[in-house]
């Protein structure tokens, strides 16, 4: 069974930064793809970055230049570094791994 748990998150000022942590277990997270999503109050969620399993990745528009997906497999865990946020980035952000198993989510708010 995977299980996903994501911390990280938090209050920040625009501006600040934030990293979120994804660790996984029951699954080794570099067989495949990992992504990170957000989600606010009454909208779906939301693609902001993703990894291939052979390390490539991409990101929302929204997101270009300010936030980086990595993943360290020695810790079975993916990152989701987030600089330079704004009231905008305010979510739940989610990680899902290649098996479509998600985390429970980490608050994000930005003010």
């Known amino acids: 069974h995977v299980q996903l748990v994501e911390s990280g998150g938090g209050s920040v000022q625009s501006g600040g930064s934030l990293q979120l942590s994804c660790v996984a277990s029951?699954?080794?997270?570099?067989?495949?793809?990992m992504e990170w999503y957000h989600q606010t109050p009454g909208q779906e969620r939301e693609l902001v970055a993703s990894?291939?399993?052979?390390?490539?990745?991409n990101y929302a528009d929204s997101v270009k230049g300010r936030f980086t997906i990595s993943r360290d497999s020695a810790k079975n865990t993916v990152y989701l570094q987030m600089n330079s946020l704004k009231p905008e980035d305010t979510a739940v952000y989610y990680c899902?791994?290649?098996?479509?198993?998600w985390g429970q989510g980490t608050q994000v708010t930005v003010s």
């Open positions: 029951g699954w080794a997270l570099n067989r495949c793809g």
């Open positions: 990894i291939l399993r052979g390390g490539a990745t």
């Open positions: 899902v791994s290649g098996t479509n198993d």
